[in-house]
Every structure is written in structure tokens, then in C-alpha cells.
């Protein structure tokens, strides 16, 4: 049995409903209700929370699986805000327990202080910039991809509480050149072969 813990940081705001985030969300959620050897929580970052429930979703989850738009190239202040609250509450207590230095040798081992080990996460994110600006030369992105570029910060952030990344689905030009069906449709299959076909293992982990 697998403990999936699924964070939904779709904000509404503005002209966002998060509607698209929610669909993806939900798809995640039917889709381990569907299969068996799965036990679900989930998180909806709009819903009020308890910040110590949430620290201890993180700590009997196996995986984590993160749903967020990309707003101006960042999380959602929302979602941010959710993070910033929850891992000050965790810690010491599940999360991290220091930056992993020591007053020894302060110069090393920086960001080995993460108390979840053995955990996997994965992310997805929306975006209305089209795939071809991170992959085409010379536009906007430089070449680089979601994850190695405005998402490395936030891999880099799971990497400091020990998990390590499963791959992930990033969805593109959502706004001006929606497939809603489509996306979800791979979204779908992503998910079986990651969890199915893959046998929810660490053979599919990658590193950033």
C-alpha cells in the first residue's frame, strides 16, 4: 500500500478560477481511487488547513504530488505562503531538521538536513507560455526546460527535505490554445505509467 498525500496549489485570484488545476487534481484523485494499493489525502491550498494535519500528510505520505498554475514565473502567493507555513511547522518535526551543516565545517553539506528520506514527489504546472518557448532557440526561455529552469528552485526546495523527484507532466499554452480532453487524457496515461506499469518504484526517480 502506497500513501499519496496530493496538493492541489491551483489559487483562485484575479482572472484565475483555478479550474484547470482542480480538473488535474481531480483526475489524480480518481485515478488512486481507481486503482488498488493506494491510500489518498489531499489539500486544496483556496480551503482552510491546519498546519500541523499538514505537516503530518507530509509525514505518512510515500509520495507527494504537487498540482499548481505558474504565475509571472513563480508559484502562486497562496501556495507559497502554504509552503512557507507548513515546512516552518515541520521543522524539526518530519520535514528538516537543520540546513545540514555543522559548526565544524560550515562551508559543506548544505541542504542535507531533510527528515524524508525515502519520499517521492511529483509535479505538474500549467502555463500559458506554449512548450516551444522552452525549447526553440531564441525565444523566450533560452532553451530551458520547466524544470531545469523557473522549476528548479522548487525541486531544489523538495531535494532540502531528502525526497526525490518522480517525472513529472508540465502543460502548456492553457489559456490562448487549450485541449483540456487532450491534456487530460495524457495526464491519464502519465500517471498509469508511472504508477502501474512502473510499479510505483524509484526506478523512475530523476534529479534536479
Not at 505518512?60 to 502562486?76: G, K, S
Not at 555543522?102 to 509535479?123: E, V
Amino acid at each position: 500500500m502506497k500513501n499519496i498525500f496530493v496538493i492541489n496549489g491551483g489559487q483562485t485570484f484575479g482572472h484565475s478560477g483555478g479550474r484547470f488545476n482542480k480538473s488535474v487534481t481531480d483526475t489524480t484523485l480518481k485515478f488512486f481511487k481507481d486503482n488498488a494499493g493506494f491510500e489518498v489525502r489531499a489539500t486544496d491550498i483556496n480551503s482552510i488547513y491546519d498546519p500541523k494535519q499538514e505537516v503530518e500528510n507530509y509525514k505518512w505520505a510515500d509520495i507527494v504530488i504537487y498540482h499548481t498554475p505558474v504565475w509571472w514565473f513563480q508559484l502562486p502567493h497562496d501556495f507559497k505562503k502554504y509552503i512557507d507555513v507548513v515546512f516552518t511547522e515541520g521543522h524539526q518535526n518530519g520535514i528538516y531538521h537543520s540546513d545540514g551543516r555543522s559548526s565544524a565545517n560550515p562551508k559543506i553539506n548544505y541542504g542535507t538536513g531533510g527528515l524524508m528520506q525515502g519520499k517521492q514527489y511529483m509535479l505538474t504546472t500549467s502555463w500559458n507560455a506554449p512548450e516551444e518557448a522552452f525549447t526553440l532557440p531564441g525565444e523566450f526561455f533560452n532553451e530551458k526546460s520547466v524544470d531545469e529552469g523557473p522549476m528548479f528552485g522548487f525541486h531544489r526546495m523538495n531535494a532540502f527535505t531528502g525526497m526525490k523527484p518522480l517525472k513529472g507532466m508540465h502543460f502548456h499554452d492553457v489559456e490562448k490554445n487549450a485541449d483540456i480532453v487532450r491534456d487530460l487524457e495524457r495526464y491519464e496515461q502519465h500517471l498509469k505509467e508511472t504508477f502501474v506499469e512502473a510499479g510505483h518504484n524509484t526506478a523512475s526517480c530523476r534529479q534536479y
